[in-house]
């Protein structure tokens, strides 16, 4: 069965960068798009970016286009979404979720401070 881990959350302050990586391994396969969400408190989960199978087509809503971009890495048997994110604000304080088809990984806090 396929899982989805989450990591590279933390404390940033506004105007740095954090790296989330979101592994996906186990299962007859781990090719498919991959997808990032996050949902600040008292808010909607909301679509943050998206990305191919084979990583080549990439979607970033419009609230983080320009600081945000995604990528993936397809290694053997396992594969990797990260999302790079840069210039950070206050706003973008949530938890980050990462998602293929159906399934969710854990989610992993981002705090960004003023």
């Known amino acids: 069965q396929v899982q989805l881990v989450e990591s590279g959350g933390g404390l940033v302050q506004a105007g740095g960068s954090l790296r989330l990586s979101c592994e996906a391994s186990?299962?007859?396969?781990?090719?498919?798009?991959m997808n990032w969400f996050r949902q600040a408190p008292g808010k909607r989960r909301e679509f943050v970016a998206a990305i191919g199978a084979n990583g080549d087509n990439t979607l970033v809503a419009d609230s983080v286009k320009g600081r945000f971009t995604i990528s993936k890495d397809n290694a053997s048997g396992k594969s990797t979404v990260y999302l790079h994110m840069t210039s950070l604000n206050p706003e973008d304080t949530a938890v980050y979720y990462c998602n293929a088809n159906v399934l969710w990984g854990q989610g992993t806090q981002v705090n960004v401070s003023s």
């Open positions: 186990g299962g007859t396969s781990t090719h498919f798009g």
